[in-house]
């Protein structure tokens, strides 16, 4: 079975350009989440998604920041547009709902902005 | 709001020798725990979890104990194994709502 999918794996942009990132869940994974990984830490939700609808999103910054889920299926993450202090790992993770199961980590798309 | 505290940081051990790496949580309403190793370049990837209704599981070289009253949980890989050099996250979750993550701690495994 083929894990949680995601992509570009890295990208270098620089300041006020946009940029996306894709995730494709494990298949039948009806929750996905957005996590931001900077540095040293750990992951911190971005977003939620149940199927295709954002069930938390309260830590998503919404002036800079969007997300969709079409079909409830794949996902995007955007920025538009990215700052330096926006350098970090985007990490995608699915799981089979929203109960206490595991979620399952893509490997994560680090973005340098300069 | 809701935190998760981890420690220690950083955690240097000699092959076969225990490693211990503890969390506290701040929200009394978290009943799931899970633990995650990430290794370089790659995802978190889960090694271990504890519900809230159990005080400690063990699954071969890996432990986790909970301490519901005081709101602890720990980490226990005995044995421990070059291969197990990574960062490792522990987490409290509240009924599948939002996963909070610890800091993480860097385990080096001297051979």
């Known amino acids: 079975e083929a894990g949680v999918v995601q992509s570009p794996r890295y990208k270098i942009i620089e300041k006020k350009q946009p940029v996306a990132f894709w995730c494709n869940p494990i298949s039948g994974h009806n929750t996905l989440y957005w996590y931001l990984q900077n540095l040293g830490q750990g992951p911190e939700l971005l977003i939620r998604?149940?199927?295709?609808?954002?069930?938390?999103d309260s830590q998503l910054p919404k002036d800079r920041f969007s997300a969709e889920r079409l079909k409830g299926v794949d996902s995007t993450l955007k920025i538009q547009p990215a700052e330096l202090g926006d350098s970090a790992v985007y990490l995608c993770a699915s799981s089979w709902d929203r109960g206490n199961n595991e979620q399952f980590f893509g490997p994560g798309t680090r973005l340098t902005v300069l | 709001g809701e935190n998760v505290e981890q420690h220690p940081s950083t955690l240097s051990v000699q092959e076969g020798d225990s490693a211990v790496i503890k969390c506290t949580y701040s929200?009394?309403?978290?009943?799931?725990f899970p633990w995650y190793k990430q290794e370089l370049g790659k995802g978190p990837q889960l090694i271990i979890d504890i519900r809230s209704n159990v005080g400690e599981k063990k699954d071969q070289r890996i432990a986790v104990t909970l301490n519901k009253t005081a709101k602890h949980f720990s980490l226990h890989i005995t044995e421990t194994q070059p291969e197990d050099s990574a960062v490792y996250f522990c987490a409290a979750a509240t009924g599948g709502f939002k996963t909070i993550f610890g800091a993480g701690t860097r385990l080096f495994v001297k051979a």
């Open positions: 929200d009394s309403a978290s009943n799931y």
């Open positions: 998604y149940e199927n295709e609808e954002a069930v938390d």
